[in-house]
């Protein structure tokens, strides 16, 4: 039987499962934030669905954030990453519903946009509720129609409400939401893997 994400992200935060998430992610993150933090000007920074902080954390050490914080729907994962770094900002919220008192800078994302309902929505949200003029939104996604070995995850991660949408498709609600200087690569491509899809735009 199939279950809603936030329900499954939470047994693996009690599995420990969080941690190989961080080691399967890191070099694709890596490749994200070492494009979104190019310019070296002061930022503030949310992780939409951080699962336990491992990338607020990271990103929280880098001379010019001035703020970073972590939002997930998984209280597991929240309890979690308080646990790890009780000094840091973790909210438990669906993001959907929730957004910064103040806006930032960069919104990051990795593997949690196609859990959404409708992940243009989040898109468009974030544009206007989360992002300053200028803000940059980048997102990566190993779930996309072009990268075959990802179609079975539905199933064999046993989650509901997947959304297999193609690399144009992920583009188009960059494009229609009034993104700019949009750009979009795959990093990690090699046999059976077309790679992380990595999206972004700026406001
Ligand atoms: C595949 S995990 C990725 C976690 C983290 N970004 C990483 O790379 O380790 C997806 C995360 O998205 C969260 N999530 C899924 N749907 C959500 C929603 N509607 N609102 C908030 N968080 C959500 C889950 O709880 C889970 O922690």
Redesign the pocket.
Known sequence: MKR???E???D??DLDK?FG??I??KES?ENMLSFALQNETPFSFI??????G??VRSVAEHPMCQNAMG????KK?IDKANKIDPNATYTC??????SPEKKVDLVH????FY???NPKK?IQFIYEKWLKKNGRLII?LDFYFENKASHDWSESCGISNMKLFSENEWVSFFTDTGFNEIKFWRYGAKENWAGTLIVTGVK
């Not at 919220?93 to 929730?98: K, P």
Request: with cysteine.
């Open positions: 809603n994400p936030i499954v992200f939470s693996w935060a969080d998430m961080e399967n992610h993150v992780d939409a669905g951080c699962g336990n491992w990338v939002v997930d729907g998984s994962m919220a669906n993001l959907m519903q929730w994302s990795m593997e949690v859990y959404m309902e989040l990566g």
